[in-house]
């Protein structure tokens, strides 16, 4: 391998929200932070050499985004996941929360109802609860014991919602945080296809789609045909695939010309509509020739989760465990510890160190859940397990 995932890189004292801000998130500064969706790893070199070069230009002034930006994102697409985007239905935005909430100003009005699959990202919770009188209305995933995996959607309640509810818009995770589906063709279509036949327009955040997993395979929304292409939103970026989450850049692509131009007007009037110098720069060397460090790091992502699938099978019994289809976030399932989520939360942080993220934050009813972000250096990993390993123990001894 030509990258060193294994590496430890300092990051505290460089204002890194994950770091820096543990005291703030967990009321302690030394827990072993895996929470928020940043990694740990140092970014591809042909990265680091695109911003040294602009570092070295020395003038960061206002900065244009010339047409090989979206050519860039445009050939990644077609060489990773066979997805040929056109770029004029591309648009920017700083990120693809700021995405799905001025989307939901676009495209909705006070007092409309927004679908969403539950549990699912906080942010989009977040977005609605943050739009005026809009209200939040949750088709469940369903929680299987079959197979290795176990989340599916409930089409029958995904249709009553869609039919009796009439929502004004669904928003759709894909591949999905945090449980990591990443939906089949067949999944993908027929809830399109159920959107289409109830009037409701759909807009994907498919930022995880790069990180495929285990051989299974993301497939983008505007793929699936031209109708259904005209009835959704695309978001997409660099940011989680090639951590530049920093850098604060995202990517639209429209198949309806009149929501992207109402897009691109309520972000010009902000004055909001321009990259800064470096993502610019970062972006174009990331899409271009970053496969490389993608291919090894979405190989060392799979060797730190089937780590933590055996070692939780071997010493924490009471930890349910299972390989998620794609991103580097795990859906961990504490429930067998029979602590209320209270409970589980300060029992991680002051009995194990270890900071991860409330299966609150995703669905109010995931009790017993917790989100872990496994990008980090396995020595990271494996004493992080190692604490919790122990703190389990000696709650089973009492």
């Given at each position: 391998?030509?990258?060193?995932?294994?590496k430890?890189v300092?990051?505290?004292?460089?204002?890194?929200?994950k770091?820096?801000?543990?005291g703030i998130v967990?009321?302690?500064?030394?827990?072993?932070?895996?929470?928020i969706?940043?990694?740990?790893?140092?970014?591809?070199?042909?990265?680091?050499?695109?911003?040294e070069?602009?570092?070295k230009?020395g003038?960061?002034?206002?900065?244009?985004?010339p047409?090989?930006?979206?050519?860039?994102?445009a050939?990644?697409?077609?060489?990773?996941?066979?997805?040929n985007?056109p770029?004029?239905?591309?648009?920017?935005?700083?990120?693809?929360?700021p995405?799905?909430?001025?989307?939901?100003?676009?495209?909705?009005?006070?007092?409309?109802?927004?679908?969403?699959?539950t549990?699912?990202y906080n942010c989009?919770h977040?977005?609605?609860?943050a739009s005026?009188?809009?209200i939040?209305l949750?088709?469940?995933?369903?929680?299987?014991?079959?197979?290795e995996?176990?989340?599916?959607?409930d089409?029958?309640?995904?249709?009553?919602?869609?039919?009796?509810?009439?929502?004004?818009?669904?928003l759709?995770?894909?591949?999905?945080?945090?449980?990591?589906?990443?939906?089949?063709?067949?999944?993908?279509?027929?809830?399109?296809r159920?959107?289409?036949e109830?009037?409701v327009?759909?807009?994907?955040?498919?930022i995880?789609?790069d990180?495929?997993?285990?051989?299974?395979k993301?497939?983008?929304?505007?793929?699936l045909?031209?109708?259904?292409?005209?009835?959704?939103?695309?978001c997409?970026s660099?940011s989680?695939?090639?951590?530049l989450?920093?850098l604060?850049?995202?990517?639209?692509?429209?198949g309806?010309?009149?929501?992207?131009?109402?897009?691109?007007?309520?972000?010009?009037a902000?004055?909001?509509?321009?990259?800064?110098?470096?993502?610019?720069?970062?972006f174009?060397?990331?899409?271009?020739?970053?496969?490389?460090?993608l291919?090894?790091?979405?190989?060392?992502l799979?060797?730190?989760?089937?780590?933590?699938?055996?070692?939780?099978?071997?010493?924490?019994?009471?930890?349910?465990?299972?390989?998620?289809?794609?991103s580097?976030l795990?859906w961990l399932?504490?429930s067998s510890?029979n602590?209320?989520?209270?409970?589980?939360?300060?029992?991680?942080v002051?009995?194990?160190?270890?900071?991860?993220?409330?299966?609150?934050?995703?669905?109010?009813?995931?009790?017993?859940?917790?989100?872990?972000?496994?990008a980090?250096p396995r020595s990271?990993i494996?004493?992080a397990?190692?604490?919790?390993?122990?703190?389990?123990?000696k709650?089973?001894?009492?």
């Amino acid at each position: 391998m030509k990258y060193d995932f294994n590496k430890t890189v300092a990051r505290e004292d460089f204002c890194s929200v994950k770091y820096d801000n543990r005291g703030i998130v967990f009321g302690r500064h030394d827990v072993i932070p895996l929470w928020i969706a940043d990694m740990d790893f140092t970014v591809a070199e042909p990265i680091v050499r695109a911003c040294e070069r602009r570092t070295k230009h020395g003038i960061f002034g206002y900065t244009s985004r010339p047409d090989d930006y979206y050519r860039a994102a445009a050939s990644f697409m077609e060489r990773r996941h066979g997805w040929n985007v056109p770029i004029e239905t591309l648009s920017f935005c700083p990120g693809i929360v700021p995405a799905l909430y001025s989307l939901i100003q676009i495209m909705s009005k006070p007092g409309d109802k927004i679908l969403l699959q539950t549990p699912v990202y906080n942010c989009f919770h977040d977005v609605i609860k943050a739009s005026e009188d809009r209200i939040l209305l949750s088709n469940k995933l369903v929680k299987t014991e079959k197979g290795e995996f176990p989340y599916e959607i409930d089409f029958k309640d995904f249709e009553e919602k869609l039919s009796l509810e009439k929502p004004a818009l669904f928003l759709l995770c894909n591949p999905h945080n945090p449980v990591g589906r990443v939906w089949t063709p067949d999944e993908l279509f027929k809830m399109h296809r159920l959107c289409l036949e109830y009037n409701v327009p759909v807009i994907s955040d498919e930022i995880h789609g790069d990180l495929e997993l285990f051989g299974h395979k993301y497939t983008p929304s505007h793929t699936l045909g031209k109708e259904i292409s005209k009835n959704t939103v695309v978001c997409f970026s660099a940011s989680k695939t090639f951590n530049l989450a920093g850098l604060q850049a995202s990517n639209l692509s429209f198949g309806n010309t009149k929501w992207k131009s109402s897009f691109d007007s309520y972000w010009s009037a902000l004055h909001l509509d321009l990259n800064n110098c470096y993502s610019v720069e970062a972006f174009k060397a990331a899409w271009l020739y970053g496969d490389e460090w993608l291919d090894e790091l979405l190989k060392y992502l799979e060797g730190n989760m089937i780590f933590i699938r055996d070692y939780a099978g071997k010493y924490i019994p009471e930890l349910s465990v299972y390989l998620p289809e794609a991103s580097y976030l795990m859906w961990l399932d504490f429930s067998s510890l029979n602590m209320t989520q209270d409970e589980l939360c300060v029992f991680l942080v002051e009995e194990a160190g270890v900071g991860l993220s409330d299966g609150r934050s995703f669905d109010p009813d995931a009790i017993g859940f917790m989100r872990m972000n496994v990008a980090s250096p396995r020595s990271v990993i494996e004493r992080a397990m190692y604490q919790i390993r122990e703190a389990v123990a000696k709650r089973r001894a009492c």
